[in-house]
């Protein structure tokens, strides 16, 4: 199967604010998803909102759209991996069907390594501890609900505290290392332990987000997708991927008061 050359990359029909990251020539890139944006849309109407601005199939999870600058060929992109819409950072896509499907069995067993950051309210006792939980996760409309300690779908995830805010209200800045993927996972796992994350509109402290929003003028979920990294097999070889997405500057702007 041929390469993919640089002009794919460069066409593509990117959403609102998002921004690719990094792409390699077997058809492997990262893109950097702001918060807001769908991950993929659910209906016509919802393409204005999300990744790409083109027609996404479901069954296919793939993105389809006509590139005028290459004589109206037809071109897809698929989707590797998903983010809330309220989360930000990285999220995967191939440009190859096959290549698509190797790299999602990468997920399957495990073998991406995923790194978030969280702002949360509070501060965790121990500066590193991992966490294990079992989850409930319901499905109802449309809708994704999760609760822990009642469920039997494992989470686990380790925390490593990166800095603390003084000034009330008291914040921590999270670095949050999921080894499972499971829907709300990370902000489930938070408000467990008493850490919810600013912004957090389901799980966190409602209270809490109404004030801060007024002070730092922002109310978004304070999650972002910071780093990804995992190797794939493609063409006889075994190839490794990377890819990183700085911290939000609304995130050093609470941090510094």
């Known amino acids: 199967m041929s390469t993919v050359t640089e002009d794919f990359w460069t066409?593509?029909?990117?959403?609102?604010?998002?921004?690719?990251?990094?792409h390699d020539t077997n058809g492997v890139a990262a893109l950097n998803k702001p918060a807001g944006v769908l991950s993929h849309p659910n209906s016509r109407g919802e393409e204005p909102r999300a990744l790409l601005q083109s027609r996404y199939f479901i069954e296919g999870e793939y993105f389809e759209w006509t590139d005028g600058a290459a004589a109206g060929t037809t071109?897809?992109?698929?989707?590797?991996?998903?983010?809330?819409?309220?989360?930000?950072?990285?999220?995967?896509?191939?440009?190859?069907?096959?290549?698509?499907?190797?790299?999602?069995?990468?997920?399957?067993?495990?073998?991406?390594?995923?790194?978030?950051?969280?702002?949360?309210?509070?501060?965790?006792?121990?500066?590193?501890e991992r966490w294990q939980d079992r989850l409930a996760i319901e499905k109802r409309g449309g809708r994704i609900r999760t609760t822990s300690g009642d469920g039997n779908v494992p989470a686990d995830c380790r925390m490593t505290l990166v800095r603390v805010r003084r000034e009330p209200p008291r914040l921590a800045l999270l670095r949050l290392e999921p080894t499972t993927g499971r829907s709300h996972q990370l902000r489930v796992q938070c408000a467990r332990r008493g850490l919810p994350i600013v912004g957090d509109q389901t799980y966190g402290d409602f209270a809490a987000n109404r004030e801060f929003a007024k002070q730092a003028k922002t109310r978004r979920l304070c999650l972002h997708s910071t780093a990804t990294e995992f190797s794939y097999a493609w063409q006889d070889r075994e190839h490794a991927f990377a890819a990183e997405a700085p911290l939000p500057p609304e995130f050093e702007r609470i941090l510094q008061p």
């Open 75 to 128: 071109r897809r992109l698929w989707l590797l991996n998903r983010l809330d819409s309220a989360t930000s950072g990285v999220i995967l896509v191939a440009a190859h069907e096959r290549l698509a499907e190797e790299i999602r069995r990468r997920f399957k067993r495990k073998q991406v390594r995923k790194t978030y950051h969280a702002l949360v309210f509070g501060v965790p006792r121990l500066s590193s």
């Open 11 to 22: 066409t593509l029909p990117l959403g609102r604010g998002v921004e690719l990251l990094q």
